[in-house]
């Protein structure tokens, strides 16, 4: 299996539509991407969705202010899946904001945890 580049959250960056744009340096996707995922309470732009992961030195907007994410960096996690607290509230929350795709971040962590049993 290819090594995956997963975030806090267990989303794959590899499929992540603001990852993918950055990684192209495609300023035509960033902004497609900011005018997807934009909301009245977060206006987005190119510039908001440029995304290295959360393990990288530009984070998508959103990033900036996850409290899963915070909560990582302040226990030294790589990611949830390290954390002693694993499916704590913090995640859950995130991914209920996630929707459908929150089943496959949780595979991806479980599939990481897995690993390190």
Same mark, same amino acid.
């Given at each position: 299996?290819?090594?995956?580049?997963?975030? @806090? #959250?267990?989303?794959?960056? =590899?499929?992540?539509?603001?990852?993918?744009? !950055?990684?192209?340096?495609?300023? *035509?996707?960033?902004?497609?991407?900011?005018?997807?995922?934009?909301?009245?309470?977060?206006?987005?732009?190119?510039?908001?969705? @440029? #995304?290295?992961?959360?393990? =990288?030195?530009?984070?998508?907007?959103?990033? !900036?202010?996850?409290?899963?994410? *915070?909560?990582?960096?302040?226990?030294?996690?790589?990611?949830?899946?390290?954390?002693?607290?694993?499916?704590?509230?913090?995640?859950?929350?995130?991914?209920?904001?996630?929707?459908?795709?929150?089943?496959?971040?949780?595979?991806?962590?479980?599939?990481?945890?897995?690993?390190?049993?």
């Amino acid at each position: 299996m290819d090594e995956k580049l997963i975030s @806090v #959250c267990g989303i794959d960056c =590899g499929e992540c539509p603001a990852y993918i744009a !950055t990684k192209e340096d495609d300023v *035509a996707k960033l902004a497609e991407v900011a005018k997807q995922w934009a909301s009245d309470d977060m206006p987005l732009d190119a510039e908001d969705v @440029v #995304c290295d992961s959360c393990h =990288g030195p530009r984070l998508f907007k959103w990033c !900036t202010q996850c409290p899963t994410r *915070a909560c990582a960096v302040e226990k030294s996690n790589h990611t949830c899946a390290d954390c002693g607290d694993y499916l704590c509230d913090k995640l859950n929350e995130s991914w209920k904001m996630m929707g459908e795709s929150a089943e496959t971040f949780k595979a991806n962590l479980d599939e990481i945890r897995s690993q390190r049993a």
